[in-house]
């Protein structure tokens, strides 16, 4: 009896290693996938952030006036470059996203500057890296919902306590950065 005692023991405790071990393995590539995720995503906005200046000069050309939203571009990308987590650069990237809403409203009012090449090709690079940056925003978050998931469900759940692991924040975007910029003539 005590040797079958002692062999239920043993194999409840290789099943919890190896449930365990597999939990952790699965965190760890969840984990993974979701940094790879966001990466991706880091790399679309750094392609926003470098296309900025090149706008605003072209802009500031046709427009000097306009000074509040070439400023509030231009303090919005430096917030940009600030932002050290991936809270911190989504938050900066919602302002940089309201900002150059409020450029483009100066823009309408400026029919020759909307006719300009240099101007045509950098809005159009800014439209497919905003695409992209898009595309990306919703890999990461079905990754963060896979990680989230994963780590909710029961037996995982009492890995991921155990191991320290929470809940990943998804990249939503705030309600002021999605309200459509009104153009006035």
Known sequence: MKRTGLIAIL???AVLAFSAIGAYNKMVVLEQATDAAWAQVNTQL?????????LVNTVKGYAAHEQEAIQAVTSAR???LGA????EQQQAAANLENALGRLLVVVENYPELKADTVFVGLTDELAGTENRIAQHRMLFNDEVKAYNTYIARF??????????RSARTYFEIPDAAKMA???NF
């Open 11 to 13: 194999a409840l405790v």
């Open 46 to 54: 750094q392609r926003r952030y470098d296309l900025i200046p090149n």
């Open 78 to 80: 430096a917030a940009m």
């Open 84 to 87: 050290q987590t991936p809270v």
């Open 155 to 164: 037996p995982a759940v009492i890995w991921a306590k155990l191991f320290g």
């Open 181 to 183: 910029p009104q153009v």
